[in-house]
């Protein structure tokens, strides 16, 4: 079972690139979310997708974009990437309260 | 903005040790989970507890709700290297989707040999 799969495990990127972050998941959940991991931070959700079609802001959307056209896959977009936003980004789905992770995407802007 | 501390930040032990790791808030929360993340890998759920004062054990790893399910705490018995990792809690918010977790800061755990 491959469950939640995130790509690409690492990227770096110069101040004002865009990138797309992919995320694909076989467990045929609803929900979807986007989160990111900051040292002493914990995990702050960024935006997440109850379904096919419907997506919603999370804690920091702010300089990501999302869509949902398919149950599988949940894309995260940077328009243009700022240092801020050097981070480790994980995918999640879930069935219920149950979260599952991917391995998540290691990302520098410089 | 919920938030949920936990504490201590890092934890450096050795093998065979106990170690107690704790959550807290000031909101009340109707279930609480336990994360273990390890290095390059995402956090994998270990427990949820739903009901205040409920205790449940997972092996040598005692979880608590607090009573008034604003805080809960992870006790580890008889630490191993395998138990290395960050420790994170994150509860479900009073109406909040059963899905949208408030995520803990997170316990480095690092047992030594």
């Known amino acids: 079972n491959a469950g939640v799969t995130q790509t690409p495990k690492f990227q770096v990127l110069k101040t004002g690139q865009s990138m797309t972050l992919q995320c694909a998941q076989d467990m045929n959940h609803e929900y979807m979310s986007w989160y990111r991991q900051d040292p002493g931070m914990g995990l702050r959700l960024i935006h997440y997708s109850v379904g096919a079609g419907i997506t919603d802001q999370g804690e920091v959307p702010n300089g990501y974009n999302v869509s949902r056209s398919t149950t599988e896959d949940f894309p995260l977009r940077l328009l243009s990437a700022a240092p801020s936003q050097t981070s480790v980004y994980f995918c999640?789905?879930?069935?219920?309260?149950?979260?599952?992770f991917g391995s998540g995407t290691q990302l520098s802007v410089l | 903005t919920q938030l949920l501390e936990q504490s201590p930040q890092f934890l450096s032990i050795q093998e065979g040790e106990n170690l107690t790791v704790y959550c807290n808030s000031s909101?009340?929360?109707?279930?609480l989970q336990w994360y273990r993340q390890e290095p390059g890998e995402g956090p994998v759920l270990l427990v949820t507890v739903v009901t205040g004062g409920e205790v449940k054990k997972l092996k040598r790893l005692t979880f608590q709700f607090g009573d008034a399910r604003k805080d809960s705490s992870l006790h580890i018995t008889a630490a191993q290297p395998g138990d290395t990792g960050l420790y994170l809690c994150a509860g479900v918010s009073q109406g909040g989707a059963t899905n949208k977790l408030i995520f803990g800061t997170g316990t480095l755990l690092a047992v030594q040999p």
């Open positions: 909101s009340v929360f109707s279930s």
């Open positions: 999640a789905s879930s069935q219920g309260a149950k979260l599952f």
